[in-house]
Structures are given as C-alpha cells and as structure tokens.
C-alpha cells in the first residue's frame, strides 16, 4: 500500500502572524504518515512494512525510513522483527490506558508547576498562542491548530522549570503522539480542546497550582475519551 499521498504534518510552530511550520526531517514526515495510517486503520494489524516500497513512496533513501520505523517501534505502533519486515500491531489497550494515565500526571504536574514558576515573558508567550489557537478554531483550520497545540504542551513543559520533568512529559508524549493526534477526527473537537485550555491557562495566569493541576488532568482524560471515539468509529466505518 503506497503511503506517498499523506500530506507532512510538522511538529513544531511559530507564535506570530501565519504561524510558519518548522521543516521536518524526512523520517519525522514518514514516522507522521505512517502513523496516520495505522491509528485510523488504513494499515491494519499483520500488514507487513516494506522499507524499499516505502523508501520508492517518499523518494528518499532506506536511512530515513529506518529511522522512522524505530520512532513507531517505540510507540508500540509497529513490531520489529530480526532480518524480518515490520509488521503493523495491534495497540494494547491495557498498555494504552497506562500510558495516558501517566501523560495525564505528567502533565498535570508541568501545568501545576508552570502556575507558580512561569515568568512573565513565557506568560505572555502562552497567552498570544492561545488567542491565536481561537482564531484557527473560527477558522476551522485543524492541521494548524493540531501544531499550534504541540506548541501550547511544549510552552507548558518548559513552563515548569523543572528540565527533568520537561524531558519526561515530552517522551511520554511522543509515545502517544499518534493517539493524541487522532482525538482531532472526532466532531466539535477543535473548540473543546481550546475550551479546555483557556480552563488551563487561566489557573496558570493567576497562579493557581492546584485548578492549574486538576485542569490539566481533566483535559487529558478528555484526549483519550475522544480517542477511544474516534477509534470506535473507523471500526465501526470499516
């Protein structure tokens, strides 16, 4: 199955006027493709991935395709097997769950942290891009608004000044980039997403460690839920 016609996604944003998206690696934009795939079920379960068609779809050589291969592997999106091709697995649901669960304490602490160790500036920062998230929710622009909220997480991991912490959440997040991206499928998801942010930031502005916190949680127990959504319906769809 030719997977050349998924458009790039970058995974990082600029804060100011267009919000130019920052150039990816070749393995980062067949890592992103693939991965679509997979969570909405265009690559089923078994289906076994060869790296010579794949390297022949995005015209690139075998390196960046093994590179992305690893980045899946380690989302437990696909199973590498010795001297074998790599074949596409079935998340674990269980293993899921546990996951989210963790991203849900990770990042509720980042945003607890964030409410008392922000500085003006990253303030700031946090507030332009959220105005500017509302704009592209009007404008029922998902794929920049899908960008826009790696950055709003990122701006929150930082935010914490804890850099071990920071390390974490954003590791914990790329294992589950795929899932949390795929919520977007689902309808009325862009302005509850924004809804819950402004929940967010408003604790962060007035220093609120504790709603900053349980805002957070909150938010991500919502990502999963509209995973699982989204999930069901392209099985039920298919």
Known sequence: MSVSSMKPV???IGLHSSLPAKSVTSAERIRLALAKKIVTGELLPGMPLDETQIAADFAVSRTPVREALK???SSGLIEQRAHRKSVVTQPDAEMLEGIFEVMAYL???CAGLSATNMNSTERAEMQLLHARMRELVYAGDGESYVLAN??????????????????????????????RRAQFGTLGRLSASHAEH???????LRGDRAGAD???RGHIGLVEQSYYRYAGGVSQAS
């Open 198 to 204: 402004s929940a967010i930031v408003e604790a962060i």
């Open 10 to 12: 970058d995974s990082r």
């Open 214 to 216: 349980a805002a957070m």
């Open 71 to 73: 980045q899946l592997a």
């Open 107 to 109: 990042e509720a602490l």
């Open 150 to 179: 790696e950055t709003f997480h990122t701006l929150i991991y930082d935010g914490s000044h804890n850099a071990y912490l920071a390390e974490v959440a954003r590791t914990t997040r790329q294992r589950l980039q795929p899932f």
